[in-house]
Structures are given as C-alpha cells and as structure tokens.
C-alpha cells in the first residue's frame, strides 16, 4: 500500500510559516484519499500553528521532534524524553558567545521532547531576522560547521541542520528515520523533504528510504510548491 509521509517546514509550508490557502484545499483533498503521515522536528504546538488543525487530524500520524513526540487524531501517543547533557549544553553557549553573527534574539537553546533545537539568532527572531541569518548561513555555512564540531566532541549525539536557522540534536538513532518502524514492508513509502542531503535533518529517513530499509521514493523538493508540483504530477501520471 502506498504511504506519504511528508516533512512540514520548507515542504509543506514556507519556513515558520502558515500554509498556503488553496495549498491547503488541495492537500487536504489528497488526504482523503491517500495515507499521509507527517514528521517535522518542530512540536505539536508549531505544526498545528503552520497547517491548521484540519490537516494534523486527517493525516495518519504526526511525528512531531523528529519522531520523539508522537501524535494520532490530536492526542499524543508517545514521547521519548531525553536531556541534552550540561557539557553539550556549555558547547552550544560557547558557540553562541562565539559566532560572528552579531543579532541574537533569545531562545537559543530549545528543549523539545526527545531534542534540542539551537539556533544562533534564537527562535525568537521575526522573519526578516531569519532571512538576514539564513542569507549569512549561506554564505559561511556556519550551522554545517558547528554540526561537524558538536559530533566530534559527543560522538553519541547528532545534530543535522533543519530548516533556515537551526540545528537539530538528539541522541543517535532518534533521528527521523526512526518513524520507518511504524511502516510494514509491504508498505511503499514516498517521502517528500527539503534538507534530503546529507547534514539535513531529512537526509536519515531519506537515505533510509533510498537504502531499501523500506520501499519507497525520496523525494527533495526546494519548497512547498515544488511538493505541489510534484503531487500534482503523481496524480496525473502516477508514481
């Protein structure tokens, strides 16, 4: 049976952003009639934020902290509480105190169930504070630097980069591919993602995939209209 399991930020909504209306409609559409499933490394609260309600509850599950917070028709399910240890915490403040970005906003250090989230500009920074530091990252390639530096020093804790700002860490193996347990291997998973390279926080759960843990397809889309593209093209002419 075929199963769709899509990330949310940058595939299914523009970064920390809401859906797109008619995006919405059609999504919605596709899920009455396809087994969709969601995973991102934002929490239940955000994803609900981005995409509504509607949509949380018509998808199969929600896998919310990259896997770690588990949601089925608004409830949660399961959680996997993990604590960042106190010297991987003082590494990220020292790279905080460090870094030649000069904006910092607050909330560098968010603890999610089952893992961090770091962001040098904080996750309280607006969206034109997100681009000028997405737009430096680019440019210096900060966040792939100090995930390369944070896993040689806690060679048991990843940390892959999501979204525009952030870092995501977590203990090895709780990472998004963990949600392929849940599938059976008659299952054929397609899998829709924007960090599908390696150091992205879909890189495991495509790689997976692309490995033949499980049947599938991953798919790297560049944003939200791309996954529309691409959806509308599986519609029209099949997988």
Not at 118 to 129: H, I, K, P, Y
Not at 165 to 184: E, R, V
Not at 196 to 221: L, T
């Amino acid at each position: 049976m075929n199963k769709f399991i899509f990330d949310v930020d940058g595939t299914l909504t523009p970064s920390r952003g809401k859906m797109d209306e008619k995006f919405s409609q059609f999504f919605f559409n596709f899920c009455t009639v396809n087994d969709v499933y969601l995973v991102t490394g934002s929490d239940y609260e955000k994803t609900v934020e981005q995409i509504g309600n509607v949509i949380c509850g018509m998808a199969k599950r929600v896998y919310n902290c990259s896997g770690n917070d588990v949601w089925q028709n608004g409830t949660n399910i399961y959680t996997n509480d993990w604590t960042l240890p106190q010297d991987a915490r003082e590494f990220l403040n020292k790279q905080l105190s460090t870094s030649k970005f000069p904006l910092r906003t607050g909330l560098h250090i968010e603890d999610r169930p089952g893992m961090v989230n770091f962001s040098v500009v904080g996750r309280n920074a607006t969206l034109g504070e997100r681009k000028l530091y997405h737009e430096y990252d680019s440019q210096t390639l900060e966040r792939h630097q100090i995930a390369k530096e944070f896993k040689l020093q806690f060679p048991l804790i990843e940390a892959t980069v999501g979204g525009e700002t952030g870092i995501d860490i977590f203990p090895i193996g709780s990472d998004k591919s963990q949600i392929l347990k849940d599938f059976s291997d008659n299952d054929f998973i397609y899998f829709f993602g924007d960090m599908c390279k390696p150091g992205g926080n879909d890189f495991p759960i495509a790689n997976a995939i692309r490995e033949g843990e499980k049947m599938g397809v991953p798919y790297q889309v560049d944003n939200w209209k791309d996954t529309w593209r691409q959806l509308n093209a599986y519609i029209t002419n099949g997988a």
